[in-house]
């Protein structure tokens, strides 16, 4: 919650491109750096459009990657990522500094913890949409994954992408393609160990998007509907820490040892 209140609240609205994103970024580095992470950004190239009703400019932007020393990218890893961008007119609570306050959470208890295996953390740049197609979205997790050699994509053995998880008292599970699907089976496994209700859904409007059309195992976490979505009511008070508390649970479960 105090990650919450801090970019909802005192940060604010975040596009992708803006100096609020960029103290948003900056700001995040610093929190993986105190906890003892290896930490670097990637740039990558935005272009103008329409956000949600509001014309943004092209720019820059960038994704802050956290890993854990000695980190070896060709080994096999898990990745535990959250946008930290928002639509030009929202402060974001749970749209979705709810999700990079679940993943600064995650950070902090690998710190002091061990995981099946080790795992990389991404606070992704420029999820939300400039345009109207399914190319406008995701340009910060399109960008890391085109980045990735043959290699590092081989050694991703699954994905989670922290999207709006602060509203509801159950957790959706999402698949992006449907049907059966071994990575989302293995997040509901996670939640149930966590004894965290869980609900499978479909949904390719998050991070893990860009993992599964690459051929990567990803799921999203997250996505229940709320009023206040990409709008100026998007404050703190429309997250509730429980509901942030399953979430991490589950999130935690999913890289638990033997799991």
Same mark, same amino acid.
Request: hydrophobic residues 40%.
């Given at each position: ?39 670097? &950004? ?161 949904? &390719? ?55």
């Amino acid at each position: 919650m105090a990650v919450v209140r801090h970019l909802a609240g005192t940060i604010g609205p975040r596009h992708a491109t803006s100096p609020a994103y960029r103290a948003a970024a900056a700001w995040t580095a610093s929190y993986f750096r105190r906890l003892g992470y290896d930490v670097r &950004r990637e740039r990558f190239a935005v272009p103008g459009g329409d956000s949600w009703g509001v014309p943004v400019e092209a720019g820059a932007s960038w994704n802050v990657v956290a890993t854990p020393p000695g980190f070896q990218p060709k080994a096999p890893h898990l990745v535990v990522g959250a946008h930290l961008d928002t639509v030009p007119q929202a402060p974001g609570a749970e749209d979705n500094a709810s999700g990079v306050g679940v993943l600064l959470a995650v950070a902090q208890a690998l710190a002091e913890g061990e995981a099946r295996l080790p795992v990389v953390l991404v606070a992704f740049g420029a999820e939300e949409p400039r345009g109207l197609t399914d190319a406008d979205h995701h340009y910060g997790s399109r960008a890391h994954v085109a980045a990735l050699s043959r290699a590092e994509r081989a050694a991703v053995r699954g994905m989670l992408s922290l999207d709006r998880v602060g509203v509801g008292s159950v957790v959706p599970v999402c698949t992006a393609t449907g049907g059966t699907d071994p990575a989302q089976e293995q997040a509901l496994t996670a939640a149930r160990r966590a004894r965290v209700p869980a609900q499978p859904c479909v949904n &390719r409007s998050s991070d893990h998007w860009s993992f599964v059309r690459a051929g990567l195992p990803g799921v999203r976490i997250g996505g229940t509907s709320y009023t206040g979505y990409h709008s100026p009511q998007d404050v703190v008070s429309v997250v509730d820490e429980a509901q942030l508390g399953r979430t991490g649970r589950l999130v935690l479960s999913w890289l638990a040892p033997g799991s």
